[in-house]
């Protein structure tokens, strides 16, 4: 499927939310291996929970590669207990750190090629394409733009996609309009996920939100005419 989305209005969307959210500054973590691991861990939860998670994965001493794969699975699993589907989720760490550890470690993987290092990511059990370009973007900073259920919704209100394309089409049309740029996907993704929360929620605030008049919904809710 080959899909084609303007530049212009996409760079506009940044702008508008960069100008009303200011710099989010993602991810937050301290190490790139922590990165990895919190993509995993906010799969279908709330980021707070993955904090919950993370500081007790911290509170036991078992934030390295080398104290997770030596945890054992339940006592990991009782430890992420606040992110939701644990179990499954520690089987996914498991599998998520066993591959780190067999590639020679994050500074390995790191020195991967792009297309390598992401095919690599996404085989591995439990890692899908948003999570693996959670990773692939802010854990080793390569121009993969994150598509996640967020960035369909309001991309779709606007009017820019219809929501439903195959992940890669998505990817792919968003990175070609927008140009292989590390730091400008990095903010991107931030303020999608800002801007979903504050204003483009399931019940959106179209009132005084910062896309209203570039956005067909937003358009519509307002009685505007030609939208
Ligand atoms: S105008 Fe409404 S639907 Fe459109 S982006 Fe803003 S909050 Fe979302």
């Known amino acids: 499927m080959t899909l084609a989305?303007?530049?212009?209005?996409?760079?506009?969307?940044?702008?508008?939310?960069?100008?009303?959210?200011?710099?989010?500054?993602?991810?937050?973590?301290?190490?790139?291996?922590?990165?990895?691991?919190?993509?995993?861990?906010?799969?279908?939860?709330?980021?707070?929970?993955?904090?919950?998670?993370?500081?007790?994965?911290?509170?036991a001493n078992c934030l390295t590669l080398?104290?997770?794969?030596?945890?054992?699975?339940?006592?990991?699993?009782?430890?992420?207990?606040?992110?939701?589907?644990?179990?499954?989720?520690a089987d996914r760490l498991l599998h998520l750190c066993r591959f780190v550890a067999e590639a020679g470690g994050v500074e390995a993987l790191a020195r991967r090629q792009d297309h390598d290092l992401r095919q690599a990511v996404l085989a591995v059990k439990g890692v899908g394409p948003e999570t693996a370009d959670d990773i692939l973007l802010y854990a080793f900073r390569r121009p993969c733009f994150v598509i996640d259920a967020y960035t369909r919704r309001i991309l779709s209100r606007i009017g820019l996609i219809q929501g439903k394309e195959p992940y890669e089409?998505?990817?792919?049309?968003?990175?070609?309009?927008?140009?292989?740029?590390?730091?400008?996907?990095?903010?991107?993704?931030?303020?999608?996920?800002?801007?979903?929360?504050?204003a483009c929620s399931k019940k959106p605030s179209c009132k005084g939100c910062c896309l209203a008049e570039a956005c067909a919904h937003g358009g519509r809710a307002h009685g505007w005419e030609n939208v």
């Open 5 to 59: 989305i303007d530049s212009s209005p996409l760079r506009a969307i940044h702008d508008a939310m960069l100008a009303r959210y200011g710099p989010q500054q993602w991810w937050p973590a301290d190490t790139p291996f922590e990165v990895m691991i919190g993509a995993v861990l906010t799969q279908n939860t709330a980021w707070t929970n993955v904090e919950r998670a993370i500081g007790n994965l911290r509170a």
């Open 66 to 89: 080398e104290h997770i794969l030596d945890c054992p699975q339940n006592e990991l699993a009782q430890l992420i207990r606040p992110s939701g589907y644990f179990n499954i989720k």
């Open 169 to 198: 089409a998505l990817r792919h049309a968003i990175e070609q309009a927008l140009g292989p740029d590390v730091a400008l996907y990095n903010e991107y993704h931030g303020l999608v996920v800002r801007h979903a929360k504050e």
